[in-house]
């Protein structure tokens, strides 16, 4: 993101996006809720609460089987004949009474053994037919669920989300960044970029991102992955001027890990250099990206972006395109000459344009600069807007005496929605929204709040 570049007579400090703190004061900003803000200071909450997920528990049961022992039948002694007992019954007939009583006994425990037997055989089988029973109109219940389930009813799958009816697919692309992927704190997590690519699925198939410190790449090619929604990335490799290229061969590990793990079946590209040249030459007090100074940027860029090119084709990834991204009117020739494609920082709001002029001084500017520019050369490289967008509220990033006749403010976002994002997307401009959710170190760009609220915003069907 530039604070200038669009006039060689008056030039501003650059925007980096890198933070000269490990830990911004968000006290500097403001962002309304609604209506216009002016260049005043509120603080701003950007904590994020994530909830945890239910855990499946089974409690196992126990069906003990008893049985009944059976008895052995005493012996009887028989008694001996006497005489002055003439009257009594026979031994004979008493043994015979005793024996019948015995196997009426042992019939009656026979039977009762065999009884319990069929009763136990009948439960079981009984338990059997319920049991399958239960399976199958479970099994029926996930199937069912499956096919015509409503969405979100399933949190351990993150392609099962639900979707937002305020959010329109109109965007050609957004610019984004994981919250936390700036060194040295990289505070960036899964669980959170899953959520926000869930979301940027619903407002466009196309991101990019400007580095690969603190494993962003990785993390946004899996979260693309597990959602499995329709979206593809730029990657970006965000060298610094100052370091021999340090910064440059550490990020260059990390995309070559990512795209080992993840493959590039999502890249598009791989983008080297963010306001590489703007950046140097402004150090350097000059403002032509093709004189001296530009010309030492560029000995230092274009051996990067040959590099990463050697990596992707040692990884059989030919494919994936190698390109660079400027202020709109800071590109070096030679280095755009290098590239697959050019992305450029437009932004009305750094030019001093009304609102009501913003959209139409976007997409004069970008045609006669840049895709002049690219025509000129030899490789005709394919051109897009990097970033653009208006502010919906003053930070100590975009405050500026000369801000021009137009507030930072929601109402005016949405005037810059309503007459460029739709046109654009129709007449095949290719251009990356500025940006997804407000950032700590950028301030107040985004569609979204830090919390990831939609602000009061109406996305437009395109």
């Not at 002029?357 to 807007?385: G, H, R, V, Y």
Request: hydrophobic share 35%; proline share 7%; charged share 15%.
């Amino acid at each position: 993101m530039q604070r200038g570049g669009y006039s060689s007579s008056t030039q501003q400090a650059p925007y980096r996006d890198i933070p000269t703190s490990s830990s911004p004061n968000l006290q500097d900003y403001s962002d309304p809720s609604s209506g216009v803000a002016t260049h005043a200071h509120s603080p701003f909450d950007s904590t994020q609460d994530l909830s945890s997920e239910p855990t499946l528990r089974n409690n196992p049961t126990h069906h003990p089987l008893a049985g009944q022992p059976i008895s052995a039948v005493p012996y009887m002694p028989v008694p001996q004949p006497n005489y002055q007992n003439i009257e009594a019954p026979r031994n004979s007939d008493w043994l015979e009474q005793s024996q019948k009583a015995s196997k009426r006994s042992r019939w009656i425990v026979i039977g009762s053994v065999i009884t319990l037997v069929v009763l136990i055989a009948a439960g079981v089988a009984v338990g059997v037919t319920l049991s399958k029973k239960n399976s199958n109109n479970s099994s029926s219940s996930s199937a069912s669920a499956a096919a015509g389930a409503p969405n979100g009813t399933n949190p351990d799958d993150p392609s099962n989300f639900p979707k937002d009816t305020a959010l329109v697919k109109s965007f050609y692309g957004i610019a984004y960044t994981p919250l936390g992927s700036q060194l040295p704190d990289c505070g960036n997590n899964l669980t959170e970029v899953i959520e926000d690519i869930q979301l940027l699925s619903q407002l466009t198939s196309t991101i990019r991102l400007y580095g690969a410190d603190c494993n962003q790449s990785s993390l946004v090619l899996a979260a693309i992955q597990a959602t499995k929604v329709n979206m593809s990335v730029y990657l970006g490799n965000y060298p610094a001027t100052d370091d021999n290229g340090a910064a440059y061969t550490r990020q260059k590990g990390e995309i070559q890990t990512a795209l080992q793990q993840y493959g590039g079946a999502n890249v598009l590209g791989v983008t080297v250099g963010n306001e590489f040249i703007l950046d140097y030459i402004t150090e350097q007090g000059q403002t032509d990206p093709n004189g001296s100074a530009g010309q030492a940027a560029a000995a230092m860029l274009i051996p990067w972006i040959s590099d990463t090119r050697s990596m992707l084709s040692s990884m059989g990834l030919s494919n994936i395109l190698v390109g660079n991204a400027d202020a709109g009117s800071y590109f070096n020739d030679e280095v755009l000459s290098a590239v697959d494609y050019g992305m450029s920082n437009v932004h009305p709001w750094f030019a001093n344009q009304s609102i009501n002029d913003a959209a139409a001084w976007t997409a004069n500017f970008f045609n006669t600069t840049n895709l002049a520019l690219a025509s000129t050369l030899p490789n005709k490289p394919k051109m897009f807007i990097a970033e653009t967008g208006w502010p919906t509220g003053s930070s100590s990033f975009n405050a500026n005496p000369n801000d021009g006749p137009s507030l930072a403010s929601v109402d005016n976002l949405q005037i810059f929605i309503d007459d460029f994002a739709c046109q654009a997307t129709k007449n095949g401009t290719g251009y990356f929204f500025f940006e997804f959710s407000d950032e700590p170190w950028k301030g107040y760009w985004g569609l979204f709040d830090a919390n990831k609220n939609l602000k009061n915003i109406t996305i437009p069907p395109c």
